[in-house]
């Protein structure tokens, strides 16, 4: 297969990207567009595959460059897995050189464990913390403020 890996920050197609996720991450399913233009503009890097003028791999990271990073949203378009893509993709984004010193580098999978242990992640049971947020009307507080007494 003839594809190519960019590093696209900025520039991704999120209408491409958009599809991409409703056909290959049930995670990932009818993401809006306006959010994917935020989760790019605070990531770095962002890494795209392309055959042609195709997206057909997308993988992503955030990091403060020193510590931590996490590595988000590793997609590969069905008719591309098994062929090393995913891997190149992930690989890419670690020697990217945001992530390439980071002391530890995270990242989620509710399926693919076992592609990752074999790119070199390990299994870390004392980190595993979520904190889901739902969307919930919170009735502004009123604020009352003292003036000093004379």
């Known amino acids: 297969m003839d594809y190519r890996i960019q590093f696209r920050e900025g520039q991704v197609d999120v209408e491409q990207l958009q599809a991409l996720f409703n056909v290959a991450a049930f ?7 306006e959010d994917l233009e935020v ?13 042609q ?5 997308f993988a992503r990271a955030t990091s403060d460059g020193v ?11 069905p008719d591309y897995r098994g062929v090393g893509l995913g891997r190149r ?6 020697s990217h050189p945001h992530i390439a010193n980071v002391e530890r580098v995270y990242l989620m999978t ?12 390990q299994v870390n049971s004392s980190t595993t913390l979520v904190l889901n947020r739902q969307v919930v009307e919170v009735p502004a507080l009123a604020i009352a403020t003292e003036t ?3």
Do not use: C, M
Request: glycine share 4%.
């Open 39 to 51: 989760a790019i503009a605070n990531s770095k890097p962002v890494i795209t595959a392309w055959e």
């Open 148 to 150: 000093p007494q004379s």
């Open 67 to 77: 510590y931590r990073a996490t590595i988000w949203d590793v997609v590969i378009h």
């Open 53 to 57: 003028d195709q997206l057909v791999g």
């Open 110 to 121: 509710t399926h693919q464990q076992t592609f990752y242990e074999r790119i070199g992640f």
């Open 27 to 33: 995670w990932a399913q009818n993401r809006r567009v």
């Open 89 to 94: 993709l992930v690989q890419t984004v670690l």
